[in-house]
Every structure is written in C-alpha cells, then in structure tokens.
C-alpha cells in the first residue's frame, strides 16, 4: 500500500517509518510531498487540528489517488485559553519560524507563576483513502470510526495529546517547533524531577510519550488492515 503523507517535513516521515516498523508492518510504502508532482494545497483555515489535517488529507488523495495522511499539531497553553493552538505555527507572524515563535510565547508568559504554566501538545491525524468501496470490517471491529463520504473516500481521523508545561527559557537541540520550551508531565516521557524538555528527549522517547507518537501508534493497526485489505483486493 501506497501511503502519502502530507508533509516536506523529513523528520515526520522518519517518526512514523519507525513506528511502523516498531510494529512489524513492512507492506506500506511512505511517500512525502516530495515523491510526488507538485499541487495546489488549499490554506489551512479550520478552526480545529482535525479539520486542518483533513483539509491536506483530501488535498492529497484528490491530487494523487493515493492513501493521504496528514496531521495537525500545535501546542495549546491553559493560560492563553488553549492558544496558539491551530495557529502554533504561525504565531509570531510568519509561518515555520520555530525560535520566533516560542520567543514570542515566552514573553508572553514571562510573568506567569510556574503553578499556570500548564499545557499540552495536540495532534489530530486524518487519513483519507480515495476510492474505496467500503470499510473494512476489521476496522469496525476494531474500534476505528471509520466512515465512507458520498464521493467514496474512507475517512478516519485519530487524536494524541501530551500534557506538560512552558519553560522560562529554551532547552535542548533535538526536536522541532516548541519542543526546546515544553516540558513533559513527570510520567510523561520527563524525569522524576521534570526538569526535562522535549528537545533534550531521544527520537525513541519522543515516539513513546508524543502526542504525534500517541495518534501515529494509534493509527497504526488501521493502516495494517488497509493495506491487508488492498493486498487482497
């Protein structure tokens, strides 16, 4: 099975090969946006992760027929009411600007007491399968809403969360976005202390306690039975 995920981000594309090699599963080739020839991708305008990753998720089924998965993820700060959330990535003003957006939501919080700083990375991975004539079984059983829209594309959208809270300052050089600021909950990937960021965590813890590595784990029983179902089709 032929798998594009919607991203030029490689270091994605190597968290969820990991994964699914984690797993066992061998029959799903990945794709990125670079594998395949260029198309318009529409502005993510939705209100919610979910409705983002579907917008590049029907982006990409639609231009290429392949299998689309697309995530959406930000950081969402309990003091800011759940911002920048969708915005994350774009929240100093131009998009992709990793240390001018948590500079600016350091400054933000700079007088915040350590007992308000809570937060939490989300993702929402969508997946659209172009062309199919019905949902599997196996999904069903399986527990995964599934569903079939009137255009005959397989829809399935998963969830991730993991909780934590803002540094006072940037630590770390691993990760990307806003991981050098956030702090996983102890439990949650950190140490007994909590003085870890998620920049100074291992690809490998990352994969286990991520709100990604959360949705991508979660996800990836119903790509199995996807690319069993194509196999036999």
């Given at each position: ?71 959406d993820s ?10 920048p959330g ?72 998963v969830e ?74």
């Amino acid at each position: 099975m032929k798998l594009l995920v919607a991203t030029r981000n490689s270091k994605k594309l190597v968290e969820l090969d990991r994964i699914l090699r984690a797993a066992g599963i061998d029959s799903v080739e990945l794709l990125s946006l670079s594998d395949v020839p260029e198309y318009p991708e529409r502005p993510e305008t939705g209100r919610t992760f979910a409705d983002n990753a579907y917008i590049k998720a029907f982006d990409g089924a639609a231009h290429t027929g392949y299998a689309c998965l697309a995530d959406d993820s930000g950081l969402s700060v309990d003091e800011l009411n759940g911002m920048p959330g969708v915005l994350s990535a774009r929240w100093s003003g131009t998009h992709g600007d990793d240390v001018a957006n948590y500079q600016l939501l350091l400054a933000q919080m700079g007088d915040c007491p350590d007992e308000r700083r809570t937060a939490s990375f989300r993702t929402a991975c969508a997946l659209v399968v172009p062309g199919a004539k019905e949902v599997p079984s196996a999904l069903a059983d399986g527990g995964f809403p599934a569903v079939l829209d009137e255009a005959g594309n397989l829809l399935l959208v998963v969830e991730g969360r993991w909780p934590g809270s803002i540094l006072r300052e940037p630590v770390g050089d691993n990760g990307f976005g806003y991981d050098p600021v956030f702090a996983p909950a102890v439990g949650e990937g950190n140490d007994a202390e909590g003085t870890l960021s998620a920049a100074q965590m291992s690809a490998e813890d990352k994969d286990a306690f991520s709100h990604r590595g959360r949705a991508l784990r979660a996800l990836t029983p119903a790509l199995k039975i996807l690319a069993e179902a194509e196999s036999e089709g």
